[in-house]
């Protein structure tokens, strides 16, 4: 049986509960039991996305693994989909939702509708369910990222560096990525 998005459970919506609903192509994520539905990302996000998902896939060790637009697992009633995340490469095969102690990487690209969402919110749930890295990648006025790295016992990112030329990383792996090279056309 599936629920509809009519049928809103009393305690909020769980990810149990997002799995039985049809699949349908929308995005679902889930903050604290509510359920957002967002619209497919403007075409310039979606090729930022790609490019970056390439860019990192080149120089990605093999115990890892760069995808992109997952389920991220963050609790019962936390789900997110990072536009471009890196896990472990044995949690890849399982070819599943990932888990929030399987990524090592989650990388939002600001949109109109997610700037509050993107800049604050997931970052402190992403740090708070301990992922080590995190970027947020900012459109306007070209390409700038900003990397965070997760303060160790803690659960608040400390800024790493922002970049507008070349991301130089060497965390959580050496990465070198001329920002030309993510940079869509239409921007």
Partial sequence: MFAHLSDTPTDGWTVDDLDALPEDGARRELIDGVLHVTPSPAPTHQVLAARLLVALEESCPEHLYVSQANDVVLSTQRLFIPDVLVTTAEAARRNGKFFADEV?????????????????????????????????????????????????????????????????????????????RLRPRAL
């Fill in 104 to 180: 090592v990487l989650a990388v939002e690209i600001v949109s109109p509708g997610s700037q509050s969402i993107d800049r604050v919110l997931k970052p402190a749930l992403y740090a708070k369910a301990g992922i080590p890295f995190y970027w947020l990648v900012e459109q306007s006025g070209g390409v700038t990222v900003h990397a965070h790295r997760l303060i160790p016992g803690e659960e608040v990112y400390k800024p790493v560096e922002t970049f507008t030329e070349t991301i130089e990383l060497n965390e959580p792996w050496d990465i070198g990525i001329p920002i030309a």
